[in-house]
């Protein structure tokens, strides 16, 4: 029976109330580290999510003491990658890590990252491909590849050099130190640090918030500012008219409109 079976403990938790989709990885015995079967369990779900109109946030986090330790290396017996025919790796990361990532990043639904302790390896990037992150202040944030001899994957590289510059990620990712939640934030990995007896309220007010706020327009603002750093000005300009074209034919554009000249609070219905 697979690890969401009816028979075993669910590996990755899932409630959806209030328009917020409650994400939590849930292997706490092994602070967290992704299975396949949790990882396509999560593309299925945050898939789902963005084609659900209930759906209007999604809140991702762990269970017990750690948020995510990456990959689980001792389901493939603890030897790593292996020596293999060429290209197999490549098609691995392609078809596996890359493609959790992506589906983050890909979400129509504003994701925030709620990470309570340890994120290490694949569990770093997966909070920074989160449109928010808040942690705990005993958190922490480990580039642990380099000491397990490998290149990191899951799109590391690619997020935290956008995130920090390519000097600071490179230092991050030399050494594989971990670097506590308040450094986090001060590099800008982190949008807050709060003690961790108030993170799950803030995470819940956070998560309130933007679901309540309008949902397509959030999404094409996730898009815009995530093509950002990969394109020149006259697409960008020319992406976010469209973007603006587009939003305007939703329920919550001129209700936002219409609250503003009313003096009223808007009623998004994330339509």
Known sequence: MNADGADAV????HAAEGGILWLTLNRPEALNAVTAEMRERLIDLLQDASADPEVRAVVLTGSGRGFCSGADLRASGGSGPGPRV??????????????LVGAVLDCEKPVLAVVNGTAAGVG????????LVLAADGASFVEAFVRRGLVPDGGGAYLLARLVGPQRAKELMFFGDALPAADAERLGLVNRVVPAAELEKTAREWAERLAAGPTRALALTKR??????????AAAFAAEATAQEVNMTTADAPEGVRAFVERRPPRFTGR
């Open 124 to 131: 770093v990037h997966l909070a920074l491909a989160c449109d």
């Open 224 to 233: 815009l500012v995530n093509m950002s750093l990969e394109t020149n000005r």
């Open 10 to 13: 669910p590996t990755v938790l």
């Open 86 to 99: 060429s290209g197999d790796v490549a098609r691995l990361l392609e078809r596996g890590v890359q493609r």
